[in-house]
């Protein structure tokens, strides 16, 4: 299985992006999807996570609610994080995490590359 990120980029202040997240390979179904980033210097961090079932939850802090959604569309084995009004302590590199069933019906916690979001003006 592979996990493909995009939509990453340069923006200003108050700006936004729609991240994606493709994943590839022999999946049976794809349980829950997950964003998290890493700022410079920091520890990695979940940002918001969805089931198969729709249920979506964020980070703790308020650093993201209300400003981030993230959404999947199962057909495509895909997760999007709709970030808005984008502070420069949003800037990091965004992974996406996919808790996967293969085909053969194995479990597989699965990572993207990574995508570089800046805010900046």
């Known amino acids: 299985v592979q996990l493909q990120a995009s939509g990453g980029g340069l923006v200003q202040p108050g700006g936004s992006l729609r991240l994606s997240c493709a994943a590839s390979g022999s999946i049976f179904k794809i349980n829950i999807m997950r964003w998290y980033r890493q700022a410079p210097g920091k520890q990695r961090e979940l940002v918001a996570g969805i089931t198969n079932s729709d249920n979506r939850y964020y980070a703790d802090s308020d650093s993201v609610k209300g400003r981030f959604t993230i959404s999947r569309d199962n057909a495509k084995n895909t997760v999007y994080l709709q970030m808005n009004s984008l502070k420069p302590e949003d800037t990091a590199v965004y992974y996406c995490?996919?808790?996967?069933?293969?085909?053969?019906?194995?479990?597989?916690?699965?990572w993207g590359q990574g995508t570089l979001v800046t805010v900046s003006s």
């Open positions: 995490n996919m808790l996967v069933t293969l085909s053969n019906a194995a479990d597989l916690d699965a």
